[in-house]
């Protein structure tokens, strides 16, 4: 069984705010799905020129050095030019991922979407999402779904797939399944992504300032006036999984700006094959990989292409640079003696990621993700894209201050809750 999470023991990704493995593309804020714990309003009729997208990706270009392009919203498919925004992200030398529910996504528009330069998809699936004829499926018969998709990119060909999932308090015992699923389709999943679910309260004891003025929070769209609320940790989420899969072993992580001994994203890498996972990529692989990456291409690795994925047993190569890769190696050759044809199959890799969104400290200080990668633009300014709603309601990000000082500074705050789809 592995020691609990320590930091000293895990790879710190190198990430920052001009330079990052991924920026954050918002072209809409229409959505055709409503998702429990979304942190942005749907407004129908938002779409952005392609003027106004040009612009904030040069500001990107100016500002952030990134590998990848997450194209969100809303729904980014609603866009009556996703194409176009694909190809524009695509000449300027970065791989474009969009982050969808999918609803709109067909055959014809996914062969439409590759041809114009898209690198990966990364479907939000939950079942707290309110799809037709699918409010009553469990996470576990959301499944089928996933793997309609999977199979839809798979025959496309050459594009990552990713799906991500909120883990709310009655879905968390559902992670290992979901995990489990992963692996059966280890070939043609390559990520996999857990969103911590955080509802953002307002609790008493506390005053909402921007600037020195005190403000109503009831415009944002996550806050709610219950002093209940729900706190999930990355470290659940690790728990759960370990539940299943007892070597489960996370290898890379960004931690809190005011917390640093929380784990904000926490990354794993297992190889295997659909039968059997032999073990897991350590802390030196995850380094060498994304110092490699920036000293031949410039920038920090986010998503890879299906076919380098499917390359494991090249990786295993490295095994004498890496501990984790070292028992990788070990477990895979000792199952390979006892059944040669096991060297002839290939070795996959999948990427598991678990993110715990932004929350308060008891003394009302924000603490979010170190290195953030989905960093955004509004007004020409780089920001938080969790935190947008915030801006364009009041202009500036709220503060939490202690109300008369009487706040019990021993309780969390939470703010904002986790996404939905939007890692």
């Given amino acids: 069984m592995p020691a609990p999470l320590n930091h000293r023991g895990l790879y710190r ?57 997450s194209i969100a919203g809303g729904d980014p498919l609603m866009h009556p030019q996703i194409e176009k925004i694909v190809e524009m992200i695509a000449a300027d030398g970065q791989k474009p991922i969009i982050n969808t529910n999918g609803l709109l996504l067909t055959k014809e528009k996914l062969v439409a979407l590759k041809k114009a330069g898209v690198a990966g998809f990364t479907f939000h699936i939950d079942s707290k999402q309110q799809r037709p004829h699918m409010k009553a499926k469990t996470e576990i018969e959301l499944n089928e779904l996933r793997l309609q998709y999977a199979l839809m990119l798979a025959e496309v060909g050459g594009i990552s797939c990713s799906f991500n999932a909120t883990v709310y308090e009655d879905t968390l015992k559902d992670v290992p399944e979901i995990v489990a699923w992963g692996q059966s389709h280890i070939d043609i999943v390559q990520v996999l992504v857990f969103i911590a679910y955080r509802e953002g309260s307002m609790r008493k004891g506390y005053d909402y300032l921007v600037g020195s003025k005190k403000i109503d929070m009831a415009p944002i769209a996550y806050i709610v006036d219950e002093e209940r609320q729900i706190y999930i940790m990355s470290t659940d989420v690790v728990e759960a999984i370990r539940s299943r899969y007892p070597d489960f072993q996370p290898s890379a992580y960004l931690n809190g700006t005011e917390r640093p001994d929380h784990f904000k994203w926490l990354l794993t890498m297992r190889i295997g094959t659909k039968d059997k996972i032999f073990g897991y990529a350590g802390p030196k692989f995850m380094e060498l990989s994304q110092t490699l990456h920036h000293l031949l291409n410039g920038s920090y690795l986010a998503y890879t292409k299906p076919k380098v994925q499917g390359r494991g047993k090249a990786m295993l190569l490295l095994a004498p640079f890496d501990k984790g890769l070292s028992r990788t190696a070990l477990a895979y050759l000792h199952d390979a003696a006892r059944s040669p044809s096991l060297l002839f199959r290939k070795l996959h890799t999948q990427s598991i990621m678990i993110i715990q969104p932004a929350d308060f400290t008891g003394s009302g200080a924000l603490s979010m993700c170190d290195g953030c990668p989905d960093i955004t633009v509004w007004e020409d300014r780089l920001v938080w894209s969790c935190r947008m709603e915030e801006l364009i309601n009041f202009g500036d990000w709220v503060r939490a201050v202690p109300a008369n000082g009487d706040a019990d500074a021993s309780k969390p705050e939470v703010h904002p809750p986790a996404t939905s789809g939007k890692p």
């Fill in 13 to 69: 990704l190198p990430w920052n705010l001009p330079d990052n493995a991924i920026s954050w593309l918002e072209p809409t804020s229409a959505c055709n799905l409503y998702c429990q714990g979304c942190y942005r309003k749907n407004i129908p009729d938002s779409h952005k020129s392609l003027e106004q997208v040009r612009k904030e990706l040069d500001i990107l270009n100016r500002l952030r050095n990134t590998d990848s392009v």
